[in-house]
């Protein structure tokens, strides 16, 4: 196994267990180990990125892990070129955070910890996209949502914060549910978890089908959508999108680096990942396109009224992971990677500027007390300028290049719901570039609505928070010239280097087509940022006398739905109700502890003499014990 | 003739036991210090086991066979295989634990507890390694004394009731066990010999109703539903160290029993009560689960979740694969080391609070940070995160019980939702949220209380990153078992039902991109 491949994980993993044990005593220097580890992680991520490019994959165990009768599984590494693309996300962002969050939580009492839990995440993560195996890929699946877990709760004497990190954890758990169940599926069919033997005999499963309950289903429907189960617990689909939002309890730089560039796009990674298994099905890439187009929509109709700023750009975050969603439901799976790149880096960014705002606002996020930053923080303004730009499909910036693709190919796909995900995509085009600049322009813009003393103490923030900023608004300008389509002129370089793993998407479009279908979606994002200019600078009573006119609507965007309040009455309530009223108290209590203390009860009543058997002494009950065992053996001896 | 381990063993801490008896009373650091070496050679002891174990054989190794009562062919016949090793060694282990655990928090009659605690260690060593069935019987009910006693005088308030409960409920199942046993002597030619039975054919019709009679006693001991109402008093009114030994090693004799009498014994009727026992788990699993949302009482809940946790490994037990069984097997020693190390943990904070309503705590974290993080390793554990032992034992009895009906693992998979929920609950509602004002002055864990917790850490990751150090002990066994049982020494695995059918398409029309993945995958891999 080559070294560089092995550092990339295991650095951070030592980091984590250094600053864990040993963070509290080095206190505010104990960024150091966290920040250099995950720096050479990254310049490995590149060392790694060239060898595939040069045509040197790995594909290695390390050691075997569990192995039971005919079952082997071993802990391995696959780099391919998914693995490097995905390498390269994961390292750079994170390294970003890292820097980023010496100067967002300076001060704060757990700042070792903050740190070892982002090099546990780090780590975790690597792990989850490095795997040449099914379960190694569910170890990191799991040791994300922990530190997801621990990084939502990191204030966790607040309450809202510690019920966040387990609403995140359990809601997950209902996607395990059905990815492990898919583990298992493909464990009968294929006998074992690996890549590569799976991959390369796909086709044993092509014309199999799998009963249960005295139904027949056609397996790989079955495997893939059990495993877009789990997908759809990681990224934050309907119906298990609720924990997404609420997990914006824990420190920004956190929301930016798990809960919008790396851990919520597993789910996407997982799909591409396993493209040999759904492209087997047309039904599982319709489920999951029709599911991409409605979570989609509905994230977006949400993200409209919000005024939390890290809300909006958490139900951005949703929609846009159900673009890539979409992008792989209709079997563009390198469209849906490439959005998954870009995304990270004008997502995080966004986050990160939230930060930087929230940072100068003394911890205020509600939109309603700021406007009019723009002149107090030019870098945050810039930057966020060009996030929201990119965002909202802008030509020229990355958005632009990977959410096109993604609407082109959808367009053009022989997926059923193809046109109807196109159709919803570019309307939400619109939609996104709307609130996008709503929020944009009610932060930045109009006359400044907070507090005199807020308002005394604006100010930009220090350089280790603007710098990354300023090098992911690079990476949100240029990250989509990398697959500049041959329709503007480009090769497509993207879709050429992933093609060994993620294929050809099934069909496209002619280059006509794509011409129309790119002036419809960057006309869609014009007029949404018109509308937003119009709403938000030059009409500013519209918002209030829309909201008016639609009431309901209105309410059913600002209340998410009633999403939560319909779990919380139809899941959560019944489920706790019944484990107090039926099962403790009618059966545990009622029925069982009733007949068994109602047996010695019984006895006790029919004779006074026997009430000694519960009298405690164990002389007595081992002299009940002895002539109890000598009768019986009197009574087996005689009747034989 | 080769040395005696397995006599050693037993009778090592039986012996230390009566030398404590010896000391006087008043001499209490002494004693601790006493039970705590005895306790410490008695690990030392066990080591020779784990290098000098043959894990290429099923049969029975570190043999001794004396005949003890000749008049009825009674034997002293003790050995171990890879089903029963690795238990000698966690009971030695827990013993350890549980004396130090104990260290501060008895107050009254010490010499007589750590007298106790060494009396059970021998009996418990004594079931895992008899061979004659009369031996066995007699550490079985050894067993319940010193138990009954730990519970019943160092116990809370409510002892007297859980204790006879306690005992009063195994003896029940121990009765008919004993009848089952005389039935087996008469009917197997007068012989006690476990192996020499099993070898046996037994009429169905007879297998059923011994089925039934041992059920009663290890279903008891499991606890499996709906026999399990005793464990949740016996654990709450349990000192921490009797909860520690009741969840580390003496409910897993239930298992243990299963896996010894019924199934080698008893095949025919194991096979034809698979699914009724695998409806059973289910239940317990479900069941269990679900009731742990509704308590408010720490070590209850806890109680209750070794119910459900018990249910997964009957589960595994009976779903008869090698997966599930072996799964089973390790999911036993892996919940005797996280329940083992949550009741610890239990014991040294209530030590502290002297309170196990759950409302009363909060935000613990902030002046405990290291039993914090303690705490949480044990819940990720006990909810079965990968990289911890409880994963790979889960795993295995899912997969396994999948192969076997794939239904039944579909129904235990939502224990793992509801694992979930109610641990990270309890996790929450002592460690996290607002602090609670009364415990602003708690001490964090000292030297002796780490060093307690610190090898339940070392055996969670260790069995969950390189659990084959483990389960390369059971591999022979196991498969000699499945075959005994099921004639297959892979046990059953064919439940999944599929099917070719022709009529099916795949999505992508342009299959040369599966062809070309495929070929690059291979690449990359040579």
Not at chain 2, 328 to 339: A, R
Request: glycine share 8%; aromatic share 14%; charged share 10%.
């Amino acid at each position: 196994m080559p070294t560089y491949l092995l550092l990339i994980p295991f650095l951070p993993l030592l980091s984590f267990v250094f600053t864990f044990l040993f963070g509290k005593r080095l206190g505010v220097q104990s960024h150091w180990v966290p920040i250099v580890s995950v720096l050479i992680s990254f310049f490995c991520a590149l060392y790694a990125f060239f060898q595939v490019k040069n045509g040197h994959g790995v594909n290695q165990d390390l050691y075997t892990w569990i192995s039971s009768g005919t079952m082997t599984i071993a802990v391995g590494f696959l780099l391919d070129e998914l693995t490097s693309v995905m390498l390269i996300v994961v390292t750079s962002v994170s390294s970003l955070v890292h820097i980023y969050s010496v100067g967002y939580m300076k001060g704060e009492a757990g700042y070792y910890r903050f740190f070892s839990y982002l090099s546990l995440f780090t780590f975790s993560m690597l792990m989850l996209v490095l795997g040449n195996n099914f379960l190694q890929l569910f170890f990191g699946w799991e040791a994300v949502g922990l530190s997801s877990y621990l990084l939502i709760g990191y204030y966790y004497d607040k309450k809202s914060a510690a019920d966040a990190g387990k609403k995140a954890f359990i809601v997950n758990r209902f996607g395990d549910f059905g990815f492990i169940l898919g583990l298992f599926l493909i464990y009968s069919a294929f006998g074992t978890l690996h890549y590569e033997p799976i991959f390369a005999h796909i086709d044993i499963i092509a014309n199999q089908t799998f009963s249960i309950f005295g139904n027949t289903y056609y397996l790989p429907t079955a495997i893939a959508l059990l495993l877009f189960c789990g997908a759809m617990g990681k990224s934050a689909q309907l119906p298990l999108h609720v924990w997404l939002p609420d997990a914006m309890e824990g420190p920004t730089p956190v929301s930016a680096l798990i809960h919008a560039a790396t851990m919520v796009t597993a789910g996407v990674f997982l799909v591409a990942r396993c493209n040999p298994i759904f492209s087997l099905s047309m039904t599982a890439l319709n489920v999951i396109t029709i599911i991409g187009a409605i979570t989609c929509l509905f994230a977006a109709t949400i993200a409209l009224t919000q005024t939390d700023i890290k809300r909006v750009v958490a139900y951005s975050t949703v929609s846009q992971l159900a673009y890539m969603f979409i992008g792989c439901g209709v079997g563009a799976y390198s469209a849906g990677i490439f959005h998954l790149f870009t995304h990270a880096f004008f997502k995080a960014l966004l986050f990160l500027g939230c930060g930087s705002i929230i940072l100068g606002m003394h911890h205020e996020q509600d939109v309603k007390y700021m406007g009019g930053l723009k002149k107090y923080m030019p870098i945050t303004y810039w930057t966020f300028l060009i996030a929201s730009l990119s965002i909202s499909g802008v030509p020229g910036l990355a958005g632009f290049f990977s959410k096109d693709e993604i609407l082109a190919m959808a367009f053009a796909s022989p997926v059923p719901a193809g046109k109807f995900a196109w159709f919803i995509g570019t309307l939400v085009a619109g939609m996104t570039a709307f609130y996008s600049f709503r929020l944009f322009i009610l932060i930045f813009h109009g006359e400044f609505r907070g507090t005199d003393e807020q308002k005394a103490h604006l100010k930009e923030s220090p350089k280790v928070v603007t710098v990354p900023l300023i090098l992911l608004a690079i990476g949100a300008v240029t990250a989509g010239h990398l697959g500049v389509p041959t329709v503007l002129g480009g090769d497509a370089n993207w879709g050429h280097y992933l093609e060994p793993v993620l294929g050809h998407a099934m069909a496209h479009p002619s280059h006509f087509t794509e011409i129309i279908l790119m002036i419809i979606s960057v006309g869609a994002g014009a007029f949404g940022i018109f509308l937003a200019w119009k709403w938000y600078v030059k009409e500013p009573e519209m918002p209030k006398t829309i909201a008016e006119r639609f009431p309901a609507l209105y309410n059913l965007s600002l209340n998410k739905y009633y999403i939560d309040e319909i779990y919380d009455f139809a899941l959560v309530k019944p489920a706790l109700s019944i484990s107090r009223n039926v099962i403790l108290n009618f059966f545990d209590i009622g029925l069982i502890e009733k007949v068994v203390n109602g047996i010695p009860k019984l006895i006790g009543r029919a004779s006074g003499s026997m009430r000694k058997v519960q009298d405690g002494l164990v002389s007595h009950y081992l002299a009940y014990m002895c002539g109890g065992a000598v009768f019986i053996i009197l009574w087996m001896v005689v009747g034989a | 003739m080769s040395f005696p381990i397995l006599s050693l063993l037993i009778f090592l801490p039986v012996l230390g036991g009566i030398a404590l008896l010896l000391m006087r009373s008043e001499d209490v650091k002494n004693i601790k210090i006493m039970a705590l070496i005895i306790s410490l050679l008695e690990l030392a002891c066990t080591l020779p086991l784990w290098f000098a174990f043959d894990k290429t054989t099923f049969h029975m190794q570190f043999v001794e066979r004396h005949s003890w009562i000749e008049l009825f062919n009674i034997e002293y016949y003790l050995g171990l295989d890879g089903i029963s090793v690795l238990f000698i060694m966690l009971s030695a282990l827990i013993t350890i634990l549980c004396i130090l655990v104990s260290w501060n928090s008895i107050q009254i009659k010490i010499k007589e507890f750590f007298v106790a605690i060494l009396l059970l260690e021998g009996a418990m060593i004594g079931v895992f390694c008899s061979l004659d069935f009369f031996l066995f019987y007699i550490f079985w009910e050894a067993m319940l004394i010193p138990m009954f006693l730990l519970i019943g005088v160092w116990g809370g308030p409510n002892r007297i009731y859980a204790a006879t409960k306690f005992f009063l409920y195994t003896l029940i199942g121990s009765l008919l066990m004993l009848v089952g046993i005389i039935t087996l002597y008469i009917r197997g030619g007068n012989t006690f010999d476990i192996l020499a039975l099993a070898a046996m054919d037994f009429p169905v019709g007879l297998q059923m109703i011994l089925f039934w009679a041992f059920f009663a006693a290890f279903a008891v001991k499991v606890p499996m539903w709906p026999v399990h109402t005793w464990l949740p008093d016996a654990h709450t009114e349990a000192p921490a160290a009797g909860s520690v030994v009741l969840a580390g090693i003496l409910i897993k004799m239930g298992a243990y029993g299963f896996l010894r009498f019924s199934m080698p014994i008893l095949p025919e009727a194991t096979v034809s009560m698979m699914i009724p026992m695998l409806v059973l788990s289910l239940i317990g699993i479900v069941y269990g689960g679900f009731i742990c949302l509704a308590q408010t009482d720490l070590k209850r809940l806890i109680a209750y979740s070794s119910v459900s946790h018990m249910g997964f490994i009957t589960l595994g037990i009976f779903a008869l694969n090698t997966q599930s069984v072996e799964g089973g097997i390790l999911q036993m020693i892996n919940h005797g080391v996280v329940t083992g190390a949550l009741f610890l943990g239990i014991g040294m904070v209530y030590e502290r609070t002297h309170t196990r309503k759950i409302s009363d705590y909060g935000g613990l974290a902030t002046n405990m940070p290291i039993f914090a993080s303690f705490f949480l390793l044990f819940t990720l554990a006990s909810v079965g995160l990968p990289g911890t032992n409880g994963f790979i034992g889960e795993f295995l009895i899912l997969l396994g019980s999948f192969l076997t009906r794939p239904w039944v693992a579909l129904v235990a998979a939502t224990g793992l939702i509801i694992g979930a929920w109610y641990m990270l609950w309890l996790y929450q509602r002592i460690f996290f949220n607002p602090v609670n004002s009364k415990w602003d002055t708690i001490k964090e864990l000292d030297a002796r209380e780490i060093a307690t917790l610190m090898p339940m850490v070392v055996l969670i990751f260790w069995i969950g990153l390189y659990p084959n150090s483990m389960l390369s002990f059971m591999h022979v066994s196991v498969s000699h078992l499945l075959e005994q049982v099921t004639g297959n020494p892979e046990g059953i695995a064919s439940g999944v039902q599929l099917a070719v059918d022709h009529n099916y398409e795949a999505a992508s029309s342009a299959v040369h991109h599966l062809q070309q993945a495929v070929e690059h995958v291979q690449q990359v891999s040579h």
